[in-house]
């Protein structure tokens, strides 16, 4: 694929710019007056922390403030070569062969410009001097045309002789480097993206500006205009979708990155904009400068004054921006914090700021306070970090910002709450869509991003640490300010890390006094996110905290069909994970191995007849969270064509230590169930089944070596022994799970499956082992009960013993498949009887107990605990009236959702 871009259409756009199109209403600067930048440099003359910001911010624009004004105002380049979002999305060193995927080419503009390294051999490309033909080729108005370019020019610098046959090795024209392969690699197309465009010019901007805001100093407001009025100039005529390459085909939406990229960075140019904007106002070298450079370049607009060239960056930039929201959409709601942005630095009337920001609210925070999109730990949590920044952004100007956001907008209380209460063991989110890697943990809250002032590519960046203070004020929620002490380390030292804030001392000491009175350790318990179908089951403390989670909805932004997917946590280790994050750098995302990880076959759950969900989600039908019972069951027959489609999870506590995982599955239709197991690293040993060769299962998915029992008997075990592949535990040896298969008819043994280990970046592959439990039909509707118990152990091993009953009920006395009762022989002679009944045809069952005695419930679960005497012990009831067993009744005359009692 080569683009050709029209340098004529690109020269149109150019010299369409004139005097301000709309009068401007900016004054001066919206989102830092003069009261916040005279309390930045107060800090910064009396502390030395801020005064080490400074420090850091004025060194990192010194490369930009050496430089003249003519040598930035070059830095900026058109839209007339292609741009490319990779080099190669699933490419290789040209050198050595070695794998170098999607982001992993090096870029370093201010060191090494227009040049990107291979990561696998140091060596830098293209080996041509293309500055050189890029200057030979730029127009009277310093835009790059291809037809004015010298291609003399293009040869490999280091064999300049026709006849080396290394001569044309590496050389590339802006369209890629070609080999006699037809290989493609496109250095320059990506480096105008990540090297000059991404870290020259925007880096540029954004380090100026900072600077002038830390020292006052208005040589530094004088570049950054310079930089910016050239950006306006050109940034209409970007367009990243007729113009851009993406994964080797057609660009999409854009300005110079693509759509999301391009709604960041536009913001971002708004934010440098008002920094300097005061300083601006007054410059007449800058208006003496401009004005001759758009003499020279035959511009529209002469900016013969400050108000031309205000009106140039507002309408090119800004205005532009807003007249083309397709260029700047993005994950919810970030296209809409640009706008507000824009708005604000434009200083439009509020209620045409409020008119972005109540609809954008509600709908940011509709879904438990998130916006429903997947990709847990990151497309959810990426534009929550945006809003984070946002509020802060307009907080540190506003004081009763905030407050009066959470007036209008109460469930953003949920918003920050959501990633507090998913987050598992302090190291797990639930990965549930686009998002993380096998079994890799995010020991972090993710909600927002803490990135300290002169740190990370944007300098001044508001602080969220503060930000969570003043959510902790403003709902007395303690899980804020614990999490913002979390995310220092455990410690109170630098906080609030706030440049643009008040006294530090006095933060530490009004965090340090709440820590001292709460703890440190927020209290999570089970729950069930309903709107965003998510349920998570907490027991445990300390080392032998576990969690247990069920996502009982498939597809949506950045979903996997994987509804009813089951996961859990313990003993510090991911023992049922998700895939991950798709594996693109394979391919692209329509390649088999990108598609493979959206399959419903990817997942720890069921598959009707080979088929993927459809997109869908279910809902609660039970829900207990009082341990040692805590069971989640949700139905969605919306992801079986109107079928059932129903799974039930119980967490069990046996004791501190030890607990277990019920599982059942009920479905129906189609001829053919297949249920998928995968945990973590490690072997995979199975026990009571007679193994054999079977064919592979197809179905376009990426799995291998199918060796299946045809007829096994129920109570068959399977143990999974764990390997310390992350470097979690040093002890996860000794770690494992113990499987026990209680399921009628089956078919079952194990397969492998393709998982990329290293993650997104990363080419590194391994087929893990799975377990298959099946049942087909030879005709429709099959239904099918699958019934599985899950033991995680540490070093003692596996210490419960599992095994199904029969279950006599009113019908006929006939016994039913549906109908679950099983005997769980605990360590030191005591046992539990659980009952849960086919809950689509209701009544009282009879359970024989290996005691010779009988229990009776008409609910739809029931526990009973014996001690070794066979005294009950513990008693959970839910759905019915009567739970009994010999002399033991528990009644429910008023039908509560769920009863206990404990001895």
């Known amino acids: 694929m080569r683009l050709q871009i029209t340098a004529v259409a690109i020269i149109g756009l150019l010299l369409a710019g004139a005097s301000s199109a709309q009068e401007a209403l900016k004054q001066n600067s919206a989102l830092y007056p003069p009261h916040v930048v005279e309390r930045v440099r107060a800090n910064v003359a009396e ?292 706008q507000a942005v824009i708005t604000k630095t434009l200083q439009e009337p509020d209620a045409a700021l409020w008119a972005i920001l109540d609809p954008m609210l509600k709908k940011a925070t509709a879904v438990d306070g998130v916006t429903g999109e997947k990709g847990l730990a990151n497309y959810t949590a990426f534009t929550i970090q945006s809003l984070a920044q946002f509020l802060a952004e307009f907080s540190k100007a506003d004081p009763d910002f905030l407050p009066a956001i959470l007036a209008r907008q109460p469930r953003l209380h949920d918003t920050y709450r959501f990633h507090i209460d998913t987050l598992c063991l302090g190291r797990y989110y639930p990965l549930s869509g686009d998002t993380g890697g096998y079994a890799v943990p995010i020991d972090r809250y993710v909600g927002m991003n803490f990135i300290q002032p002169g740190g990370g590519s944007w300098p001044l960046t508001p602080s969220t640490y503060r930000l969570l203070w003043d959510l902790y004020e403003a709902t007395g929620d303690v899980a804020f300010a614990q ?225 299946l029992d045809p007829k096994p008997e129920p109570g068959w075990q399977a143990r999974w022994t764990f390997e310390d592949f992350h470097g979690l535990n040093p002890k996860s040896a000794a770690l494992g799970m113990a499987y026990t298969d209680l399921t009628y008819g089956a078919t079952a043994g194990r397969s492998e499956a393709w998982i990329n280990t290293g993650g997104y970046d990363s080419t590194e592959e391994q087929w893990i082992p799975r377990l298959v439990v099946q049942r087909e039909s030879d005709k429709a509707p099959l239904a099918s009960t699958f019934v599985s118990v899950y033991e995680p152990h540490a070093s003692d091993g596996p210490v419960l013993q599992a095994e199904r009953l029969l279950v006599a009920n009113p019908f006929n006395d006939s016994y039913l498949d549906a109908d679950v009762a099983l005997h769980i022989r605990y360590p030191g002679g005591g046992y539990a009887i659980v009952l849960l009944p086919e809950t689509a045809r209701p009544g009282m069952r009879k359970v024989l107990l290996p005691n010779g005695a009988a229990m009776e419930s008409d609910g739809d679960l029931a526990l009973l605990r014996f001690d070794r005497g066979d005294k009950v012990i513990y008693a959970g009831f839910a759905g019915g009236t009567t739970l009994k067993s010999g002399s033991f009744v528990l009644d429910n005359p008023a039908s509560q959702p769920f009863i206990s009692t404990q001895d």
């Open 483 to 707: 999490t913002l002490y979390h995310a220092n380390g455990d410690r109170l030292d630098g906080l609030p890390h706030d440049i643009f804030g008040g006294d530090s001392a006095a933060f530490q000491q009004r965090l340090g006094t709440v820590i001292e009175r709460e703890g440190v350790e927020i209290t999570l318990e089970s729950v069930n996110k309903e709107a965003w179908h998510l349920a998570i089951l907490r027991s445990g403390k300390g080392k032998n905290r576990r969690a247990l989670w069920l996502d009982y909805d498939a597809g949506g932004p950045h979903g996997h069909q994987d509804g009813m997917n089951l996961g859990l946590f313990a003993h510090g280790i991911d023992m049922l994970p998700e895939m991950g994050y798709p594996a693109v750098q394979f391919g692209g995302w329509g390649a088999p191995k990108g598609l493979w990880y959206r399959m419903t076959a990817a997942h720890n759950t069921l598959v009707v007849d080979g088929k993927n969900q459809p997109n869908g989600a279910g809902e609660t039908t039970l829900w207990i969270a009082e341990p040692p019972l805590q069971a989640i069951r949700a139905s969605a027959p919306a992801l079986n064509g109107g079928h059932r489609y129903e799974r039930t999870a119980l967490l069990i506590d046996v004791d501190d230590e030890h607990f277990y995982v019920i599982d059942i599955f009920r479905v129906d239709g189609g001829t053919k169930h297949t249920k998928f197991v995968q945990s973590h690293f490690g072997a995979l040993k199975v026990d009571g089944l007679n193994l054999a060769e079977a064919p592979d299962y197809g179905h376009d998915t990426q799995t291998r070596k199918f060796r």
């Open 47 to 338: 502390g030395q922390w801020a005064a080490d910001i400074r420090k850091r911010i004025v060194t990192a624009a010194e490369p930009w403030h050496a430089m003249d004004d003519e040598a930035l105002w070059k830095l900026m380049f058109g839209a007339t070569l292609p741009r490319a979002w990779m080099v190669w999305s699933d490419g290789h060193s040209p050198i050595t062969g070695d794998p170098v995927p999607m982001y992993n080419w090096k870029m370093d503009a201010m060191g090494h410009p227009w040049k990107v390294q291979d990561p696998s051999s140091g060596e830098w490309f293209p080996k041509n001097d293309f500055k050189a033909y890029y200057d030979s080729g730029l127009d009277k108005h310093g835009v790059f045309d291809e037809s004015l370019a010298d291609r003399s020019l293009l040869f490999n610098s280091a064999h300049p002789n026709p006849n080396d046959t290394l001569h044309l090795f590496g050389v590339d024209d802006g369209h890629g480097y070609v080999n006699d392969k037809g290989e493609r690699w496109r250095f320059i197309a990506a480096y105008l993206i990540y090297g000059q465009w991404k870290q020259a010019v925007l880096g540029g901007i954004g380090k100026l500006s900072a600077a002038y805001v830390v020292t006052g100093d208005t040589t530094y407001a004088h570049q950054a205009g310079v930089m910016l009025d050239r950006v306006a100039d050109l940034y209409p005529t970007f367009d990243f979708k007729p113009q851009g390459i993406m994964y080797e085909g057609p660009g999409t939406a854009g300005y110079v990155s693509t759509w999301h990229d391009a709604c960041e960075e536009t913001r971002e140019l708004a934010l440098a904009y008002d920094m300097v904007f005061p300083a601006l106002q007054e410059n007449t070298a800058l208006v003496e400068f401009l004005a001759a450079q758009a003499n020279q370049c035959g511009l529209a607009n002469p900016k013969a004054t400050f108000a031309a060239i205000q009106g140039n960056i507002e309408d090119r930039i800004l205005r532009d921006a807003l007249a083309h929201p397709e260029k700047i959409h993005s994950n919810y709601p970030r296209a809409e914090i640009c």
